[in-house]
């Protein structure tokens, strides 16, 4: 019984240290402690536990029964079974007290291994937030030069418009002069026509005349 609890309490004891050190055992021990905890072992653990309890609240009221008894009526036998159950008692106390030490640091370890993750969740949303900001201001920039872009196309457009009623009026300007014109080379056409018969006849005039003289003068 004793060896055995000396094994059990080095083995604690060892468990403690390697969860005290971050090495690659303890990872191992971690997973294993993981895996212990899942399931049905916490309720075989427990019972484990309770009864190493029970055991060694009854060691120590027989530790209690024979420290009442008279000094007179110890014999060897009853010293030597005080002392083995003293070292029992205090072997299985110990290592309840382990015990509760190698849990209470696997729980801690988890417990900071997940606040590190929140942690660097909490780190990766700041920098997509900071991003996200970012971004927001390229955003905006590109929002103003888009506005700035419009204004300059509905510029652009009321000028094309006003270019295009300039065009429409040459065109219409052009329009009328290219009637104007035709109108004036239909006058011209007309005057030449005119002026032609006005000399055909001054011609008919001038030979009706000269025949009349050459008449008179046989």
Same mark, same amino acid.
């Given at each position: ?97 382990? @015990?509760?030490? #190698?849990? /209470?640091?696997?729980?801690? &370890?988890?417990? =900071?291994?997940?606040?590190?993750? %929140?942690? $660097? ?21 590109? @929002?103003?030069? #888009?506005? /700035?872009?419009?204004?300059? &196309?509905?510029? =652009?457009?009321?000028?094309?418009? %006003?270019? $295009? ?54």
């Amino acid at each position: 019984m004793i060896q055995l609890l000396f094994m059990v309490v080095m083995a604690e004891m060892a468990g403690i240290l390697i969860l005290l050190f971050k090495t690659p055992l303890r990872k191992l021990l971690i997973m294993t402690l993981d895996h212990v905890k899942r399931g049905k072992a916490p309720i075989v653990v427990k019972s484990v536990a309770s009864t190493v309890f029970v055991i060694m609240m009854y060691t120590i009221y027989t530790i209690r029964d024979i420290q009442s008894r008279p000094i007179d009526a110890l014999n060897p036998t009853d010293h030597v079974l005080l002392a083995n159950h003293m070292l029992e008692a205090s072997l299985m106390g110990f290592s309840l007290f382990l @015990s509760l030490m #190698i849990d /209470r640091l696997h729980h801690y &370890i988890r417990e =900071l291994r997940l606040l590190r993750k %929140t942690m $660097e969740a909490a780190k990766k949303q700041n920098r997509g937030f900071e991003d996200g900001k970012n971004g927001g201001d390229e955003v905006k920039a590109r @929002s103003e030069e #888009i506005s /700035r872009m419009e204004a300059k &196309i509905s510029k =652009l457009e009321s000028e094309c418009e %006003t270019k $295009e009623k300039e065009v429409k009026a040459a065109e219409a300007n052009s329009v009328a002069l290219k009637n104007q014109s035709e109108g004036f080379l239909l006058e011209y056409d007309r005057l030449l026509e005119e002026n032609q018969n006005l000399r055909n006849q001054l011609q008919s005039i001038d030979l009706s005349l000269s025949h009349s003289d050459s008449k008179k003068n046989t």
